[in-house]
């Protein structure tokens, strides 16, 4: 078994949210961030958005993986991919501080009976706020375990009333060059975009996250809302989205756009089908010296697989 079943999945037998909460701190603390950011080696999280503040009532949610370790706070929050703020891992730390993610509101369009443009407070009312603790897996070979805090993307869809026409939902990311240098540079073409197709969209496992390690998400991860998709590689998981689009046509997704023969529109984990310049069959989970065999959908073939029975995964990379 790789992954709990919906009766097992509790990441913790505690259940009074105090309690947890300080376990979820005692972990984060544990990973050594404290002594980490006292030693001057990570950008001060007051200055980096809202990142770091907790958020009240997280339960532990379904799906997470409970025979991994976390990877370490720190690790999580200074190695990252956003091109936004630059190409190299250590930029979106350094640099996404200063992105302002207050006020802000998502636009919907398309297939939908209710388009329009909502604000973050409004979209984040009434949601259940879940702890999913997910492997993740980038196409570039590495990969880490980390404990979201979201709720499911299907929960929102179904409040927009997507029409019968809607096969394909696209996310846009903010584009503004002012606060994100990255844009000024044409190494993708911005906005970032990505896009899931329908059922992928609302299967169960699909988050949107707006924290981990219980606490608000630093902007370097993709504040104040991003994707999630455990079973895609790394990009799938779009940050700092401002847009959702319901569409009846496939979505040209940014890394498909730049360079077709390397990214697919799908981007399932698979071992058997290679980037032409990173294997994917095995992988560097971050913090660990031996590298690990890739999984299946990065091991959650048996909540997804259906999804792409009779598909050829080698031709639908
Ligand atoms: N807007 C935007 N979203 C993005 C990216 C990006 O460059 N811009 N990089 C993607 C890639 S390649 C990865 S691996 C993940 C990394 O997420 P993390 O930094 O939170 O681990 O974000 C994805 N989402
Ligand atoms: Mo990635």
Redesign the pocket.
């Known amino acids: 078994m790789i992954i709990g079943k919906p009766a097992d999945i509790c990441p913790s037998e505690i259940t009074d949210p105090e309690i947890y909460r300080q376990r979820r701190r005692f972990i984060r603390n544990a990973s050594g961030v404290l002594l980490a950011s006292m030693a001057g080696m990570l950008p001060d999280p007051a200055r980096a958005g809202y990142g770091g503040k907790p958020i009240e009532g997280v339960r532990p949610g379904p799906f997470s993986t409970s025979t991994e370790s976390l990877t370490p706070y720190k690790d ?1 929050i200074s190695y ?5 703020f630059g190409t190299d891992k250590e930029s979106p730390a350094r640099l996404a501080g200063v992105l302002k993610i207050r006020p802000w509101s998502v636009v919907v369009e398309g297939e939908v009976a209710k388009p329009g443009r909502y604000h973050l407070e409004d979209l984040l009312k009434g949601q259940p706020m879940e702890e999913r603790i997910y492997r ?1 897996r ?1 196409v570039e070979g590495w990969s ?1 375990v980390i404990p979201w805090v979201g709720f499911p993307l299907a929960n929102l869809i179904k409040r927009f009333e997507p029409s019968g026409n809607a096969r394909y939902v696209e996310f846009q ?1 903010l584009y503004d060059p002012k606060q994100m240098p990255g844009q000024r540079r044409d190494v993708l073409k911005w906005p ?1 975009v990505e896009g899931l197709r329908m059922d992928e969209a609302m299967h169960p496992l699909t988050i949107l996250a707006v924290g981990l390690y219980g606490e608000i998400l630093p902007n ?3 504040a104040p809302l991003r994707l999630v998709v455990p079973w895609k590689y ?2 799938k ?4 989205i401002v847009k959702i689009r319901f569409l009846e046509q496939e979505p040209l997704n940014s890394w498909r756009r730049a360079a077709p023969h390397e990214y697919g529109f799908y981007a399932n984990v698979n071992p058997h089908v290679s980037h032409p310049r990173w294997s994917q069959r095995r992988e560097r989970r971050i913090g660990e010296l031996r590298k690990r065999k890739t999984m299946m959908f990065n091991g959650y073939g048996e909540q997804v697989a259906h999804l792409y029975q009779g598909m050829d995964l080698k031709k639908h990379f």
């Open positions: 999580i990252n991919n956003f091109y936004e993740m980038c880490m990311s970032y370097q991860n993709g790394g990009f998981g779009i940050k700092s």
